[in-house]
């Protein structure tokens, strides 16, 4: 078997991880052992994963579960931090959007077009019957069929960590990207943590990044980092990304403004209200 490589091409040293190699020109920490497409596929199932490994393993809520709690706290924030780089949002791509919560509730907001990916068509199906969403596709990001060839914004919430192949992945969201579109992620930023970080999960965490080297590969793909900044969970960072090619000194000192404007990490008692009467 060939030795594993960064994204990026450079070599791996071994990091505090056995399982993961640091790279020697960029630092990305990647997975030794990659897993083939065939095996991801089999992995991310509704009842394998959904309701399997992210319970057991994870110890975190079911899917089902997951589709009523989520309300009263990720996604209020989600929307919120996308509403500030974005208000004028019109179409929507969710890559990994499990339940589909979030682009129903982008919807609720004024999006008038919402769509979703999720590897599993179980999940998909899930996702357009509990929240009677028009398009989840499903597949592997960027190997699936789009309802569009470009949205005003693109979502991906705990999902970059997980390609197989970043590089291609970014590409494909820059080839996504409307005009003067967006992109908002959360991932986790790995800040000198040691062995027992829980983002290391060789099962399903390929690529770990920092705020620098996830720059240097959407730099690659045509698209400039304009802000991080730390995520809701404290082991994550969000990026925001835009076109390189469209941006001004102003656009990109503006995104640079939000970062550093305090933003509400809780969900509000009134949204914390309005999850709790929901009938997910
Ligand atoms: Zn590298």
């Known amino acids: ?57 994870s110890g975190y809520p079911s899917i089902d579960e997951r589709a009523r709690r989520d309300f009263g706290d990720r996604i209020p924030v989600w929307w919120r931090i996308l509403k500030r780089y974005s ?7 969710e890559i990994a959007c499990s339940h589909g919560g979030f682009l129903a509730y982008a919807r609720e907001q004024g999006v008038n077009e919402v769509v979703g990916i999720e590897v599993d068509e179980g999940t998909c199906r899930f996702a357009m019957e509990h929240f009677n969403l028009p398009h989840v596709a499903p597949g592997l990001f960027p190997d699936v069929s789009l309802p569009r060839t470009c949205f005003d914004a693109i979502v991906g919430f705990d999902v970059f960590e997980h390609f197989r192949d970043p590089e291609a992945a970014a590409k494909a969201l820059e080839r996504l990207l409307a005009p003067g579109g967006l992109i908002l992620l959360q991932t986790p930023c790995y800040r000198g943590e040691d062995k027992a970080w829980e983002q290391f999960r060789p099962a399903e965490h390929l690529f770990l990044f920092n705020e620098e080297n996830i720059r240097q590969l959407m730099a690659r793909a045509g698209l400039e980092v304009t802000a991080t900044f730390d995520g809701m969970f404290p082991d994550d960072m969000y990026v925001v990304c835009r076109r390189a090619s469209e941006l001004s000194r102003s656009a990109r000192m503006l995104d640079q403004l939000r970062a550093i404007t305090p933003l509400r990490r809780k969900a509000t008692k009134a949204e914390r209200r309005a999850a709790a009467a929901r009938k997910g």
């Open 1 to 57: 078997m060939a030795t594993q490589l960064c994204w990026c091409g450079g070599a791996l040293a071994p990091s505090v991880h056995p399982e993961y190699g640091t790279c020697s020109v960029c630092g990305t920490l990647v997975l030794q052992r990659l897993p083939e497409s065939g095996e991801l596929k089999g992995y991310y199932g509704i009842d394998a994963y959904w309701r399997g490994e992210v319970v057991n393993v």
């Open 87 to 93: 208000n004028s949002t019109h179409s929507l791509l």
